[in-house]
């Protein structure tokens, strides 16, 4: 069974960082590539940043790249997405999702959500 819970969003000021955590299980680990998505009002899904299970390679949006970092614990079964010089345009609601197979397939094809958490950036 794939699990998938958020946590770590908050209010930040412009240029400030968060790290959200992705808590999910042994299996969704092994078997999913795991990526992060946001959505802002009025907008559409954007996938940000995917990490392959089977070799942890990973895939960074150009909206994100250079500014944020995916990474795994294993041991902890958590996928991370460490957020640094944050700006106003980063406002949304951040998802971590499962993908289709081991591979982190440049973010597409996606299909098992977690709830969400709210990062908003704002002076």
């Known amino acids: 069974q794939v699990r998938l819970v958020e946590s770590g969003g908050g209010l930040v000021q412009p240029g400030g960082s968060l790290r959200l955590s992705c808590a999910t299980n042994e299996y969704t680990m092994d078997y999913y590539a795991i990526g992060w998505f946001r959505q802002a009002p009025g907008k559409e899904r954007e996938g940000l940043s995917c990490?392959?299970?089977?070799?942890?390679?990973?895939y960074y949006s150009d909206s994100v790249k250079g500014r944020f970092t995916i990474s795994r614990d294993n041991s902890k079964n958590t996928v991370y997405l460490q957020m640094n010089s944050l700006k106003p345009e980063d406002t949304a609601v951040y998802y971590c999702a499962a993908g289709r197979s081991t591979w982190h397939d440049r973010c597409r094809q996606y299909d098992q959500w977690g709830q969400g958490t709210q990062v908003t950036v704002s002076s």
């Open positions: 990490i392959s299970s089977s070799d942890e390679s990973t």
